[in-house]
């Protein structure tokens, strides 16, 4: 199918068979966009020409001009220690109790950053004030009484020390892992490390570090295992304390005991322990496992690859260990009650016909 118009029509509608004009803009360089420095002639007819926007804002603001003409010196970055470090934690706490104490107002608390309502805080921790209030009278009370006097449970809490560290959780059984509780009770903290160390069994490693982390730490928390200066700033620092009964210099002396006053090295005594076995002291202040006892834990998950592609599932048992340590000074004490609560027995025991005190009067016959 041809169309009707002629093909020479056709060619002379075509533009892009044509030759069009094309004209030239002239384009001038920016001053940025000019490579290079720019002349002085440059500068000082640049200089000479006014912005009167410029400068009545200037005329405006003394100030931030003049600020403005003068180079911005960047101040140097302070000193910072790294995320990773031990001490990071302790000084992010510094800074957010620095803070809190600055940003508390009158009759609000202020608790990590978040300000809390004492009032609300009571009827959640105090839900019956009365009862409460009851509580405390009852107690003052009670030590109006007794005179500022201690019961016995308080008086070993404030002269004789001791310490409880529990250990993370060890992959094994409760069973294994008590075996080695029982052997290391009773024994001190040395012995106890070096039947550690030479022992066999995979899990004593772990429970040689736990007891020398156990060790470090009371010596470092409870002042144990310390006779020197623990001996030197006892009298000090009950002087300075509230005159309550028990609590002085010669109250702490006499419950140390006669056998705890006078113990060296060239001078060890001897006493039976609760088992009946005899044990030799020479330090007073030396640490020792007073009890020991395991805790069971989660149970982990272990693949148990079977024959014909089967899996079983076996339960991993996990289980903690858990060690009080004391002073020798406590085994001193409780030999010396078992020893007075047995003489005390025997004593009881023998029959006496008349009570023991001089005659006053003479009769002429027998009073039997």
């Given at each position: ?5 002629p ?5 002379s509608?075509?533009?892009f068979?044509q ?7 002239p384009?001038?360089?920016s001053?940025i966009?000019t490579p290079?420095?720019r002349?002085?002639?440059?500068d000082s007819s640049?200089?000479?020409?006014s912005?009167p926007i410029?400068d009545e804002?200037?005329k405006?603001?003394?100030?931030t001009?003049s ?5 911005s ?6 000193g910072d220690?790294a995320?990773?470090s031990?001490?990071?934690?302790h ?24 300000t809390?309502?004492?009032n609300a805080?009571?009827r ?5 004030p009365?009862?409460?209030?009851r ?13 500022g006097r201690?019961?016995k449970?308080?008086?070993l809490?404030r002269t004789?020390r001791e310490?409880l560290v529990?250990?993370h959780?060890?992959k094994?059984?409760?069973k294994k892992?008590?075996?080695i509780a029982r052997?290391?009770?009773g024994?001190?903290?040395?012995d106890a490390?070096?039947?550690m160390?030479?022992s066999?069994k995979?899990?004593a ?7 020398e ?5 009371a010596v470092?928390m409870r002042?144990?295992?310390?006779a020197?200066?623990?001996e030197e700033?006892?009298?000090?620092l009950?002087?300075?304390s509230t ?10 002396e ?10 060296t090295?060239?001078n060890?005594?001897s006493?039976q322990l609760k088992?009946?076995k005899?044990?030799?002291?020479d330090d007073p202040s ?18 148990d ?8 599932i076996?339960r991993?048992p ?5 060690v009080v340590?004391?002073e020798e000074?406590t085994r001193?004490?409780?030999h ?14 023998v029959?006496?016909p008349?009570?023991?005190r001089?005659?006053?009067t003479?009769?002429q016959w027998?009073?039997?």
């Open positions: 199918m041809s169309l009707p118009a093909a020479r029509r056709i060619a509608r075509c533009l068979c030759n069009l004009p094309i004209r030239t803009r384009q001038q360089l001053p966009a290079g420095r002349a002085a002639s440059d640049s200089a000479s020409r912005n410029l804002y200037r405006n603001n003394p100030e001009a600020s403005a003409l003068q180079p010196q960047q101040m140097p970055q302070q220690i995320s990773s031990i001490f990071e934690d000084r992010r706490i510094q800074e957010q109790r620095r803070e809190d104490e600055e940003d508390v107002e009158e009759g609000k608390t202020k608790i990590g950053g978040i809390r309502d004492p805080i009571a959640v921790m105090v839900p019956d009365a009862a409460r209030e509580w405390e009278r009852k107690k003052v009370i009670q030590l109006v009484k007794k005179g201690l019961t449970p308080e008086f809490k004789e310490h529990k250990s959780n060890m094994t059984s409760v892992l008590g075996m052997q290391i009770a024994k001190t903290i040395d490390i070096v039947q160390r030479f066999p995979k899990v490693q772990e429970v040689l570090k736990q007891l982390f156990a060790r470090d730490e470092v002042g144990m295992g310390l020197g200066a623990a700033h006892a009298g000090v009950n002087e300075s005159d309550i009964a028990g609590t002085t210099a010669a109250g702490l006499a419950a140390r005991g006669t056998l705890a006053q006078r113990i090295s060239d060890p005594i006493i088992d009946g005899r044990h030799q002291i030396k640490i020792y496992i007073d009890q020991a006892w395991v805790g069971r834990g989660p149970y982990g998950k272990l693949p690859y079977r024959a014909r592609g089967r899996i079983f076996m991993t996990w289980t903690s260990l858990t340590l004391k000074k001193i004490r409780e010396e009650e078992r020893q007075a609560k047995r003489r005390k027995k025997i004593t009881a025991q029959w006496v008349l009570p023991d001089p005659i006053q003479h009769r027998y009073s039997w």
